[in-house]
């Protein structure tokens, strides 16, 4: 868990604060500009200046708009920032603390005998090792059964088809 800096943490509230100020600010903004609510008679009666006037204020209000968007943003991204650098989640820089994953041992399961094959699988087949070791590793495999690992092998159908297998040495 990386060190925490309180210099850092109080700069983080300061910008918030910061943040949280223009937020309101442009919050109080766009309420009192409101736009005058009645068009319905289109342009009659009003002059020219009057109508460069909403448009400017109309303006005013968009780019505040787009601006509380982007200041919300921000704010909340600080937010989430400061909150993640107390809980220890990232460093300074924003970069996430590696947390080791702990390690766990894998346990050895055995791998049956013939013997233990046959006693288990009596319908088991008799293969040579030369043939298991030329058998391409999609039809091959050990599947773990009552602790032990069980040789399988994808036969032809006149042999049984896929099932277990006992291996044997060859013969010389």
Known sequence: MPEID???IARLE?????????????????RRESLPGSFVTGRSGQSSAYSRKLDRQLDRTIDNAVKLR???QDLAGYRLRLERYRAGLVHRNGRPVKVEAPKTAKVAVPIATAEQVKAMFPEAVTISRTRWSKTHTDYRGYVEHDGLRVPFMMLPASEGGYGPVVIVADEK
Do not use: D, S
């Open 6 to 8: 309180p210099r850092y």
């Open 14 to 30: 300061r910008r918030i604060g910061q943040l949280e100020a223009q937020e309101a600010r442009l919050l109080n903004e766009g």
């Open 70 to 72: 982007q200041v919300t």
